[in-house]
């Protein structure tokens, strides 16, 4: 049966990914087949990115007002949208094809399959993509569906004035030769999800896992549209599910 394959943009819950809080939709008998591959504190990434060129920039500053205490604590109250990382969800398959568990609660060998294909994703995902530090991964076998929470910050180098090394993801997209955005619905991410999503089906057709790729009529888009048009049919139940999941696990720990 072929399946879908789903990018979607993360709440970016540190909490939720890393098991802090378990809601009512986890099975806490299988958080023992969860996989994390790096936990590192937002803080401390930061500093060991940043904390070279913001004792650079500081060294130079006269005026103690322009020195920066905190470029986490900059950027999160910047004011023009910034954001401290980015999360993505990464998904093969729906709970219907690809179900963790099979009839006898054991681990089911469509979900085994896309176990190998995320790890293998999450892997080699800091080589493909060196602008994008990673510093939370984790594989979720306590769900429906296998699926990975990324979160990255985006790192670009080269400033001529101010900070050196920066948090922007445009300009990482660009030194990792990401085409740039032509419109706002044909963005840089936009183009960098279509990459991922190639190498991401070629491990797929390594494991022999077949690929659907949901029917959009062509003739009312334009070529940017109808890209746009695919990657949301292909991941719109996939992004049920996951947000399904988050909203349920939100609404628990705030309760």
């Known amino acids: 049966m072929a ?83 980015y999360e993505i969800v990464v998904q093969v398959g729906k709970k219907d094809d690809t179900g963790v568990i099979d009839e006898n609660g054991n681990l089911s060998e469509t979900a085994k399959q896309a176990q190998e294909v995320l790890d293998e994703y999450t892997r080699t995902f800091q080589e493909r993509n060196p602008n994008l530090i990673l510093f939370n991964a984790v594989l979720h076998m306590d769900e429906a569906t296998p699926h990975l929470h990324l979160d990255y910050i985006p790192v ?47 491990l797929c057709q390594d ?20 890209k746009q048009a695919m990657r949301e049919k292909e991941s719109a139940e996939a992004e049920v599910e996951i947000l399904k999941s988050e909203k349920i696990e939100i609404t628990e720990a705030i309760a």
């Open 207 to 226: 494991k022999g896992i077949e690929i659907e790729v949901l029917g959009v009529e062509r003739d009312s888009y334009s070529i940017p549209e109808y």
């Open 156 to 202: 670009a180098h080269g400033y001529k004035t101010g900070l050196k090394t920066r948090n922007s993801l445009t300009k990482a997209f660009q030194e990792m030769g990401i085409a740039p955005a032509v419109s706002k619905t044909d963005t840089e991410t936009m183009h960098w999800q279509e990459r991922e999503r190639k190498h991401l089906m070629d």
């Open 3 to 85: 399946k879908t394959l789903s990018f979607v943009k993360g709440k970016g819950s540190l909490r939720h990914n890393n098991r802090d809080f378990v809601a009512s939709n986890i099975d806490k008998d299988r958080l023992q087949w969860n996989r994390y591959y790096i936990q590192q504190p937002l803080k401390e990434a930061y500093q060991d990115i940043f904390g070279k060129a913001v004792d650079d920039y500081n060294s130079k500053q006269k005026r103690n007002d322009r020195k920066i205490d905190d470029y986490l604590n900059k950027i999160k109250n910047s004011g023009n949208k910034e954001k401290q990382f």
